[in-house]
């Protein structure tokens, strides 16, 4: 079984950086993209970032942009969250996402229901 794992999160001050990988275990597959979600305390669950495998198209949270850099490891099927000038409010857990049949095809990247496999998550705290 196919599960996706995420590393690098911690304790960060404000202004500072973090990156974040996403790797998957067991199964192997090819995804149409992969990207990140998060979720604060008491907050549903908000799209982050996405980036799509054929031609490394990206599609970003208006709350990142200009901060935040996805980017991915077609080799190895692995994808990266580079978050830079991070702010208290960017604590949360941070989950890596895969869509796997290309639901989102037609501009559906932040859907939750796009993606087929989701990561455990990996703690980002963001201290002011």
């Known amino acids: 079984q196919m599960q996706l794992v995420e590393s690098g999160g911690g304790l960060v001050q404000t202004g500072g950086s973090l990156r974040l990988s996403c790797a998957p275990s067991g199964r192997t597959f090819t995804s149409y993209g992969m990207g990140w979600f998060r979720q604060a305390p008491g907050k549903e669950r908000e799209f982050v970032a996405a980036i799509r495998r054929s031609d490394g198209f990206t599609y970003y949270a208006d709350s990142v942009k200009g901060r935040f850099t996805i980017s991915r490891d077609n080799a190895n099927n692995t994808v990266y969250l580079q978050m830079n000038s991070l702010k208290p409010e960017d604590t949360a857990v941070y989950s890596c996402?895969?869509?796997?049949?290309?639901?989102?095809?037609?501009?559906?990247?932040?859907?939750?229901?796009?993606?087929?496999?989701w990561g455990q998550g990996t703690q980002v705290t963001v201290s002011s």
């Open positions: 996402v895969a869509d796997l049949y290309g639901r989102a095809n037609g501009g559906r990247w932040s859907s939750l229901s796009t993606y087929d496999y």
